[in-house]
């Protein structure tokens, strides 16, 4: 098995809230284009990632680099994944869908919505051989129960694998879409049905994994040959700790079932991008609903695009940190301290400071 990831780290602008609340407002400076540094109380520490995007970056940015070579690969017959991490309000949703799935203005679409573009504007260039059909599912994980978001009476799917090891997903609503607009408005339905929790975080943040398949199915038109490829957007529920909320009942049942599959994705993505010689012969693919569902789409030959969302807030810093510590264990990188402790503003022109990147950032795929 062999996985190939790539891992982004994704800063928003700072909310309003953020703005007025904190004095030193910011725990992130910029390096370059894969490189920042995070400060917290502790101390600072560079952290590099293939690609690091700041608040001023545009989601054509992060298409282009994260979605693209996938969506490139899925009217191949190629499996890629993309998956958007962090705490609840780091712009994980924003980066999925923009500020709305149907947003008008062009520079703020999301990642779906130009997924969706890409895939018709690859298959109206692709030669007349093979014909092509895109299917749309779209499913939540909430307390491990895998809901049918575009048929709510489906609300208990079961997870099943056929003999070629395909992840099924048992009577799942299936949209064959022949244009970007009726992806969207399905699109938009699903996402009216997704669940919302309320905790002190924000008020309706989300407490469910959503899961986007988009299936492309090529039919050879000389032999009949039928291949697929699957491009999968995810976007995670919150992975902020359970105290920060001050979760009682029902919410902290929920944050406890997040936080083990999102630990089980890390552990998913860690067994699989680990060197030959320390690999695991053992993925833990069935330790939650999430990695048994991204099962086929995680191992064997495909893509997986990791967007590391977060927060650039001194008050954020916590979340923000162990965010980055998730990606960079998906990457296998370690951090480089500084040598020596510096103040921001020098950092920020880079001054004296010349970073080391460990030496393992490029031993990975
Ligand atoms: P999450 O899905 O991670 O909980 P959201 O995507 O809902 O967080 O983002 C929280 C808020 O921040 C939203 O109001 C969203 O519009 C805003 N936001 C997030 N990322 C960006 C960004 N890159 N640029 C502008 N606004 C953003
Ligand atoms: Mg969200």
Redesign the pocket.
């Known amino acids: 098995m062999m996985s190939n990831i790539t891992v982004c780290a994704?800063?928003?602008?700072l909310?309003a809230n953020e703005r007025k609340d904190s004095c030193d407002s910011i725990c992130i400076s910029t390096i370059d284009s894969e490189s920042f540094i995070f400060k917290d109380e502790k101390g600072e520490c560079t952290y590099s990632f293939d690609k690091v995007?700041y608040?001023e970056?545009m989601?054509a940015d992060v298409y282009e680099f994260l979605a693209l070579p996938i969506v490139k690969d899925a009217v191949k017959g190629v499996n890629g994944t993309i998956i958007?991490y962090?705490?609840?309000?780091?712009?994980?949703?924003?980066?999925?869908?923009g500020?709305s799935i149907l947003e008008c203005d062009v520079q703020k679409k999301g990642l779906l919505p130009r997924v969706v573009d890409g895939l018709f504007e690859c298959i109206k260039s692709a030669d007349e051989s093979t014909k092509y059909t895109i299917k749309l599912s779209m499913v939540e994980i909430y307390m491990e129960k895998v809901r049918d978001l575009l048929d709510l009476t489906k609300d208990n799917i079961q997870i099943k694998e056929n003999k070629v090891q395909e992840i099924l997903l048992s009577g799942v609503t299936e949209i064959t879409i022949s244009d970007p607009e009726g992806a969207l408005q399905s699109l938009s339905d699903g996402i009216v049905n997704r669940a919302v929790g309320e905790t002190q975080m924000?008020v309706g943040?989300?407490r469910s994994h959503c899961i986007y398949i988009l299936t492309v199915q090529l039919e050879s038109t000389t032999d009949k040959r039928v291949k697929t490829g699957k491009v999968i957007l995810v976007?995670l529920a919150?992975s902020e700790k359970v105290e920060k909320t001050g979760a009682e009942g029902k919410v902290l049942e929920e944050s406890k079932t997040i936080n083990k599959s999102l630990s089980a994705l890390g552990n998913v993505i860690n067994a699989l991008t680990c060197g030959p010689s320390t690999r695991s012969s053992h993925i833990p693919f069935r330790d939650s609903k999430l990695t048994r569902i991204l099962q086929d789409a995680l191992g064997g030959n495909s893509r997986t695009a990791l967007l590391c969302?977060c927060s650039p807030s001194a008050s954020n810093a916590s979340e923000t940190l162990s965010t980055i510590r998730f990606g960079m264990r998906a990457k296998h990188i370690k951090a480089s301290p500084l040598v020596s402790r510096r103040e921001d503003k020098h950092a920020k022109k880079h001054g004296d400071i010349t970073p080391t990147k460990d030496e393992s950032c490029d031993r990975i795929l």
Do not use: I, M
């Open positions: 994704r800063f928003r602008p909310s995007f608040e970056s989601q958007t962090g705490q609840t309000g780091a712009g994980k949703t924003y980066s999925v869908e500020p924000n943040s989300s976007d919150g969302c």
